[in-house]
């Protein structure tokens, strides 16, 4: 006969190991595209520290009451670490904290802390766990520290996870309900804490807390899911808008003119993109072809500058200036079809170059973010001296967040 016990941890298990796969193998499959997808491999360990958590508690070893505790600290530190290492990764939140700091503003930086910092907290608290077990201040001290730690990282990602799916909610009711099994699922970290230090007066819930903390996990498995598929649906509306149905590739061997760039970044996917728009010279059709990378380069750099100073009508010049041209037209050439050559794209001007378009055809998105990026601000003082004090009061109009780097 199964056990109430036996019973919850059979769901938990279950539960946990079946998003712990459907996660895994959504990041697999998409691993080497975006940052957002990369958060659904921290998810994914996430769940499955929760399913090792319900192995182990189920299959109950014998081991001395001090390793089982130690062991049970470890287990449920694991989760934790890989709820909030995956904060990084979700766009459209946490804007504030990435501009003001760096680590957190790179994701390998925030991993990487993440991990430092639970390494030190979890030795930390196994070793006061050895040397006071029977100190019952200390130990429910770990207890509540614990507890703590699992209701902010369940806030967090959950805060994180509705900020970007509520954009397709227009029912209120829905979003309501959801914030509701959430506040479940963080008072079920508290409560059964709880039980663990008062003992016998909240034990009679205990059955409930359970069950909130099954909820509370399906919850943010099917919230996650959810933020997946907005994530992809927004990401493929995003590629039909740009690519009007007018519009035709060139084939590749085609001659074609430069009419206009837009450079910038997009939150949603968290990749940096160049956008290039041409005319076909033999059929004169207007196309547009695009590349993005999710790691900020040099050439990318470059290319911000460039747009920004054929904004203010600046022509640019430096002593390395042969091999940035170079580069910025290998880059584009690296990842897009239609080709291009440093002739059809820059005007020389005795030394002096800029881009070969109009200034009312160049744009920059997310300009805000882009002066936030510590390559670009250096890549943009190089070519500080190339700007007059009229062009930086232009820049102030069109660009404000970028005047300060050229005062």
């Not at 160049?362 to 250096?378: A, G, K, M, N, Q």
């Amino acid at each position: 006969m199964v056990t109430t016990k036996e019973l919850y941890l059979l769901t938990l298990i279950s539960m946990t190991t079946i998003y712990a796969v459907i996660f895994f193998l959504l990041w697999y499959h998409y691993k080497d595209k975006h940052g957002v997808n990369r958060l659904l491999l921290f998810v994914s360990m996430a769940f499955a520290s929760w399913a090792v958590v319900g192995i182990y508690k189920y299959s109950e070893p014998d081991f001395a009451s001090l390793v089982n505790a130690v062991s049970d600290r470890v287990l449920s530190a694991f989760s934790n670490l890989f709820l909030i290492a995956s904060l990084p990764y979700f766009p459209n939140v946490f804007k504030q904290f990435k501009a003001k700091y760096a680590f957190f503003e790179n994701p390998e930086k925030w991993v990487f802390s993440v991990l430092i910092f639970f390494i030190l907290i979890t030795t930390l608290f196994s070793s006061l766990e050895r040397f006071f077990i029977d100190n019952s201040n200390v130990i429910n001290t770990v207890i509540v520290f614990d507890s703590l730690l699992s209701s902010l990282a369940i806030l967090l990602v959950s805060y994180a996870l509705l900020k970007n799916v509520i954009k397709l909610w227009s029912s209120k009711p829905l979003y309501y309900f959801f914030v509701s099994l959430v506040t479940l699922f963080v008072i079920s970290q508290i409560y059964l804490p709880a039980v663990l230090i008062f003992g016998e007066p909240l034990r009679p819930f205990y059955a409930y807390g359970l069950l909130s903390l099954l909820i509370g996990i399906n919850t943010l498995g099917l919230l996650t899911l959810s933020f997946f598929g907005v994530y992809k649906m927004q990401s493929v509306k995003s590629l039909i808008a740009q690519r009007p149905e007018s519009s035709m590739l060139a084939p590749l061997d085609e001659e074609v003119s430069f009419l206009g760039a837009e450079v910038g970044y997009r939150e949603m996917e968290k990749v940096y993109f160049i956008e290039l728009t041409f005319r076909s010279v033999n059929t004169q059709n207007v196309f547009t072809e695009e590349v993005t990378v999710s790691k900020l380069l040099k050439p990318f750099a470059n290319w911000v500058v460039f747009v920004l100073a054929r904004k203010v009508n600046s022509k640019l010049t430096h002593s390395d200036m042969a091999i940035t041209k170079f580069r910025m037209v290998e880059f584009w050439n690296k990842y897009a079809d239609t080709k291009l050559s440093q002739e059809s794209v820059f005007h020389n001007d005795t030394g002096q170059f800029e881009l070969k378009i109009s200034d009312k055809n160049v744009s920059l998105v997310d300009p805000e973010f882009l002066h936030s990026r510590y390559l670009i601000r250096t890549t943009l003082t190089e070519f500080k001296a190339c700007f007059s004090n009229d062009q930086v009061h232009q820049i102030k109009h069109y660009f404000p967040d970028f005047a300060p780097s050229l005062e």
